[in-house]
């Protein structure tokens, strides 16, 4: 019986450790008559979805790309258990594109398996609003924004991603509630405490023989945090964000924010997330997550320590200093140097540099009587060394 199974997250639920997992063990997965399709070099399906463009990115979502070249792919796979393994699934935000997906696939396959892990919604915010403060994310900056606390700034938009209830009642429409398989991403509920464990378990996926992979995919502290959001918020340059980023030292304190507000958050998701439960028996627990806010201090953590305003500071004056030591200008004396340098073999280049300095420098006697001298050999067509210069100050 063939089975394919569609791994559609969610964000933030340790997605790419088990995408990474699997690249890595291919071969081993390949004898026991398992497969991936991944897009490219990349080990996932991202690469296979899209979004309209121009416009807004939601509330419409991502779809397939190229349906045809994806169900073509698809079917090349010669596997019994075909894995298809994307995070951005759980932006296909209208049933359209999920009913797509679903025509192709069930004609391939005997069973299809849609596999979804969810996290509270608070948690979950906090996670994916980090991760719009790296650079080229721009499904994160529009669903998230870019505010500074922990959790994003409440929008309408937020709710067709943390509405699980209604977010997979979409899915079940299209493939069958059979197919869905739902499970609570909590690490004191998942299968060995690790989500790659877990995912193993709950697809009956044997890992003898097969490696683990380093762990991927850290997470932004909260100086990291609001370091990118502002970045991406008043330049919209990935490579300045990506700059900062990377001469800002990541430290342990993730942003957190105050247990009332993490409340008040998911509070207007808890129905849904009884509804879901009731329908598809997912958790023991009847609102589906747990109501432990312990970790969380009562205030959210608003005010930087002067270890942290420090450390930004010292990452935006470091990146700033680079960025003009690579705008400054050449220096006049390595011009002059490299025009002597090409005089005899590339005397048009040599010129070049010489008209360059020039600029800095206009009436300097030094390198006048080099544009004259490189003038005269070009025209003459000798190609030569440079005589010496005139004596005293190139003035």
């Known amino acids: 019986m063939r089975q394919l199974i569609l791994h559609i997250g969610s964000h933030k639920t340790g997605t790419t450790a ?3 997992w699997i690249a890595a063990n291919r071969d081993v997965l390949a004898r026991r008559g398992i497969a991936d399709l991944s897009f ?7 690469g296979f979805l899209t979004w309209d463009e121009p416009g807004p990115i939601f509330p419409r979502g991502f779809r397939l790309d190229k349906p045809a070249e994806f169900a073509e792919a698809l079917a090349a796979v010669q596997a019994e258990r075909v894995i298809v393994s994307s995070e951005n699934f759980s932006f296909f935000f209208e049933q359209k594109a999920i009913g797509q997906l679903a025509r192709l696939v069930k004609p391939l396959f005997d069973e299809v398996v849609v596999l979804c892990y969810l996290r509270r919604q608070d948690r979950h915010a906090v996670s994916h609003h980090m991760e719009g403060a790296r650079p080229a994310r721009p499904p994160e900056w529009e669903l998230w924004g870019h505010g500074f606390g ?13 509405d699980y209830d209604k977010r997979l009642a979409k899915w079940e429409k299209a493939f069958g509630r059979k197919a869905l398989r739902v499970r609570v991403f909590d690490r004191a509920r998942l299968e060995g405490g690790d989500i790659v464990t877990d995912f193993l378990t709950t697809l009956g996926i044997d890992a003898e023989g097969c490696s683990t992979p380093e762990t991927v995919n850290t997470s932004l502290d909260r100086v990291k945090a609001r370091i990118g959001h502002m970045a991406n918020a008043m330049t919209g340059n990935e ?11 990541n430290s342990k304190t993730p942003a957190r924010p105050g247990r009332l507000v993490a409340k008040g958050f998911l509070a207007r998701y808890v129905a849904g997330n009884r509804a879901l439960n009731a329908r598809l028996g997912i958790s023991q627990i009847p609102e589906l997550f747990d109501d432990d806010f312990d970790d969380l ?25 680079r960025l003009i030591d690579a705008s400054a200008p050449p220096r006049l004396d390595d011009l002059s140097a490299a025009a002597r340098a090409l005089a005899a073999t590339a005397p048009v280049r040599a010129l070049r540099l010489v008209e360059l300095a020039l600029l800095q420098r206009p009436s300097g006697r030094a390198l006048l009587a080099m544009q004259a001298e490189l003038q005269a050999n070009i025209a003459s067509g000798q190609h030569m060394d440079l005589s010496d210069g005139p004596d005293g100050e190139d003035e």
Request: hydrophobic share 40%; aromatic share 6%.
């Open 297 to 321: 201090p009562d205030e959210p953590m608003q005010t930087w320590s002067d270890e942290e305003f420090n450390r930004a500071m010292r990452s935006a004056v470091t990146v700033v200093k």
């Open 18 to 20: 088990i995408q990474h």
């Open 150 to 162: 922990a959790l994003p700034q409440v929008n309408p938009l937020q709710a067709l991603y943390l």
């Open 40 to 46: 490219g070099e990349e080990p996932n399906a991202h």
């Open 239 to 249: 490579e300045v964000t990506k700059a900062l980023l990377r001469a800002t030292p």
